[in-house]
């Protein structure tokens, strides 16, 4: 463990974001918008850390207003899904702690949700890959929302569809932009940054651990 501060409440519901968290994909999201880019005879930097917890119309939105795309940032985005699920269904593989901690949050009567800011055809991609989607009651989708991370809507939705109080949500996130989104929601709120995000600034989690490993034996959860 990296750092604590202690919360107070009860929790009742976990909401796990995806990429970074449950799996490593990042490196696979960044060559998928490489690839989609190269299609448009663009080169570009794919990992800014302003990007992450963003959605894909909003990334591809930024692109085509600085290289002037002909594709809207819909059909980007539509082109971007197609080619990281086919990575994924190869590629991705479970985070340590996948899904054993999951299992053991729910078998110690803790509610799941899932609220990623990847569009719905990529989160199942990677589900199905990882074979954990029917631990989660409810998979929420940053894009059906419309605003992607730091905006707190995806997790206001999660605990909406949850019937839980947002103070009796914990979010584990591996982001700055995911910790901004949880904390504006009004949740409790656990960092596990992953490579890809080991620099960012987690100063709003309240607390930061390893691994998903260490969550069960982490004052994070009552």
């Known amino acids: 463990m990296l750092r604590q501060r202690p919360g107070t409440g009860m929790i009742e519901a976990v909401i796990f974001d995806m990429d970074g968290v449950l799996v490593d994909s990042e ?11 190269a299609e448009c005879g663009v080169v570009d930097r794919v990992d800014d850390p302003a990007f992450v917890g963003r959605t894909d119309v909003e990334i591809f939105t930024i692109f085509r207003a600085r290289h002037r795309l002909d594709p809207d940032p819909a059909t980007l985005s539509r082109r971007f899904s197609a080619v990281a699920c ?9 985070l340590p702690g996948v899904p054993d901690v999951l299992h053991a949050l729910r078998a ?5 949700a899932l609220a990623s800011a990847a569009t719905p055809e990529v989160i199942a991609a990677t589900l199905e890959a990882l074979g954990i989607r029917a631990l989660f009651e409810h998979v929420v989708s940053a894009a059906d929302i419309g605003r992607g991370k730091p905006a707190p809507d995806v997790f206001l939705e999660a605990a909406k569809r949850l019937g839980v109080a947002p103070s009796a949500c914990l979010v584990i996130e591996d ?18 940054p992953c490579p890809t995000t080991r620099a960012h600034d987690f100063t709003e989690a309240d607390c930061v651990l390893d691994s998903l490993r260490e969550l069960l034996t982490s004052p994070a959860l009552p």
Do not use: F
């Open 108 to 112: 110690a009567g803790y509610r799941l």
């Open 86 to 94: 086919a990575i994924l269904r190869e590629h991705a593989r479970p």
């Open 27 to 37: 490196p696979l999201h960044q060559e998928s918008t490489r690839r989609v880019l």
């Open 175 to 192: 982001s700055r932009n995911g910790i901004l989104a949880a904390q504006a929601a009004g949740m409790r709120r656990v960092a596990i």
